[in-house]
């Protein structure tokens, strides 16, 4: 085989890896992107079966223990101040869950309008807000960094609720 | 006092680092051989004021000095002494010192094993080490300083996340970083090479040991990172395709690809700009990997807004190394000799192949990465992909690499024939199709063809070394007695391959495992896997700076005591935070495991995992590695020594 035949045969070999991977890519992001949507977007646009990432602020007191099928799950109702949506979980809910605080959770609508999460995501403190329901915030006008304030802390996000309630 | 003993050395390490650029690398554009002698002791003096530099922090650390913002920001008094040591590194600013002070190491570690390099390579090797590490102590000082002080000193710290008050996150940044500057040798190498303008097969014996040894604590870093997840956080996973464990992922799927092709040019001079291109790529990578993340930019473009000076500042300096090397790379590359011919079906081919396979399998990872925070910067999409995306575009492309992975050392360098090769590794495809099918069968398929495939690397390099020694064919006893002949080389491939397969297998069964989640009191005994899980006693319990709530579970099958295991909560005072401990009980090929949650009205909630297969994902990660430093124990790598070219080529 001939140099050239050899260089043409390896670049061949390399634009289908790459082609390949590409497309692999394509293919998957057709299926498997998971929008993420605060309860409003949920209840505007939420199909059932559809994955999505909902992220909110667990409204305090509403966590509770429930039986279903045998096994132990946690329910709590999340909220962007505007809607509210049932979340089931099942399972152990991350040690930095708070009632009151941000959280993120992935999983699906069922039939009844609930939300049967597959996973809870819980990472703040008291001053860190996951960019997600920050952007829920900020979409929901609680705040706006163009004003260059800082985030509200967690601990009032509580009472900014209830001032949205007061509101509506 | 010694913080600013600290300050001052982290400053001065910065100037040393800028002539340890400068002055090499125009001294190796001069000829000049007292500018190029300068590299080694610049090189030893910036390691030791980055070594005072780290000790400082430490020190105030170590002693509680409140007044150094970073540790009023990081520990607290009551914090056990061990992680007030190794919280010094465990925050962005002490990270990046770390990051630092290996990359000096690095540039040490050149100028002692370096001897036998031509002295304009090694001078350029060492100041292109010191332009890299300039940037990022510019940064440090400039930006993200570790021992600014803080006035009126605070009585007390903020306290450390518990979540990082781990022995096993101890030890994994240190060795991480090792596996990610590491590779900043590599690339020194390569960008001298460029600016040289020549390489040879003596570059590929001088860079591969560098890169087989970033490589192996590269491995042992993920692992460990990986493990630490499994019992720390508690969710029974493994890994979870988050940003940061891509951002390790990816420089270790290229470093990879860099330990292969570095073979071909050592062996046979060919794939040599290729081998340049995957040494910056790879350090590229590890070092928008480590920054990316540990800046937050990863997570959230909206991270720049709180800190735009920082975000500019990384993204200006990753800009002009990656930037930089890639454009000296288009300039020069084409300068470069031509290297051997080889035939597609040939070892250089397999290579060549496996180089593929691992670049696309980091494209793809690569794009999921990046896409989510790219697409909310452009469109303002809010989207994540999760393990099914990857899952999805990574699983294609793994199957033929391990295909490929027992093919490939069989074959001849040169050119090669199929059938020959395929025809020694019959009798390992029929073991491989027995497992796979017979897994397939009896749980589920795509197991199924994961044990195949760990059947067929295990196996397959069972059979390498059995080839080798002539097993069956000689009598026992000599080829009991080749088996001390085979040259490091070939036990460390048959080794990591093997080890792949065993994380493989792990992979595999770990699908099968099983867990429960459940609400119940004392007393009470749950069956998961054949096992009865005993809920004996909830009990309240002292920590040194946490107060922990403890369940104790017997785990008992047809009767007999398997394991008392003992999963808690933990609750911080410091700052009311709780965590998980996880009780794990292992038996190699399975773990029980077990974890504590929320409790209400007396009952407490438990979940219940059978993991099977769990401890082999960490422990082919460990013989993997065990194959890296194998191979760097083969004499014709070891740099200094003569420089033999081949000699004793067939046991390659």
Known sequence: MKRKYRRLWLVGLCLTGLGSAVGLSLLAFRQNVIFFVTPSGLVQQGTPGQVFRLGGLVQSGTLKRADQDGSSVAQFQVTDGVKTVEVTYRGILPDLFREGQGVVALGSLDEHGGFQASEVLAKHDENYMPPDVEAALKKLGYWNPATGQKPPPASTWNALLAKSKGNS | ??????????????????????????????????????????????????????????????????????????????????????????????????????????GVAVTLRGGGLPSSLRARVIGVLGGTSAGFLLYAVLLSNPLLRTWPAPAEGQGMNPLLQDPGLAV????????????????????????????????????????????CFLTCGIALGSWWAYYELGWGGYWFWDPVENASLLPWLTGTALVHSAIVVEKREALKIWTVLLAIGTFSLSLSGTFLVRSGILNSVHSFANDPDRGVFILGLLAIVIGGSLVLFAWRAPKLAEGGLFAPLSREGALVLNNLFLVSI???????????????????????????FFQATVLPLVVPLIAAMTIGPVLAWKRAQLGPALLRLWWVALIALAVGSFAAVGWKLLPGIAFGGAAWLIVGSLAEIAERIRLFRLPFGQSLARLGGISPAVWGSAVAHAGFGVTVAGIAAMSLATSVVVSVPVGSVQHVAGYDWKLVSLETLPGPNYISREATIDVTRDGKLIAVMRPARHSFTSQQQTTTDTAIHTMIYADLYAVLGDESGGDAVLRLHYNSGAPLIWLGGLIMALGGVASLLDRRLRVGAPARRRTVTATA
């Open chain 2, 362 to 388: 980091a494209t793809v990872v690569l794009i999921g990465t990046m896409y989510p925070p790219f697409a909310d910067l452009l469109f303002g999409a809010k989207i994540s992909v999760g393990a099914p």
């Open chain 2, 172 to 215: 994994h940044p240190p060795i991480l970083y090792l596996g990610y500057v590491g590779f900043a040798v590599p690339f020194a190498f390569a960008v001298a090479a460029l600016l040289e303008g020549r390489i040879d097969a003596a570059w590929g014996r001088w860079v591969r040991p560098w890169a087989l040894l970033s490589w």
């Open chain 2, 1 to 106: 006092m010694i913080p600013e003993l600290g300050h001052y050395a982290l400053a001065l390490a910065a100037v040393i680092a800028f002539t340890q650029c400068f002055l090499p690398i125009w001294g190796a554009y001069r000829r000049d051989a007292r500018l190029m002698g300068a590299a080694g002791p610049l090189a030893v003096a910036q390691l030791l004021a980055l070594a005072v530099s780290c000790f400082a922090l430490v020190y105030s650390s170590v002693v509680s000095d409140f007044s150094v913002t970073n540790v009023y920001e990081n520990s607290a008094s009551t914090k056990p002494l061990v992680y007030k040591i190794t919280g010094a590194w465990g925050n962005h600013e002490g990270s990046i010192l770390l990051w630092a002070l290996i990359l000096a190491l690095c």
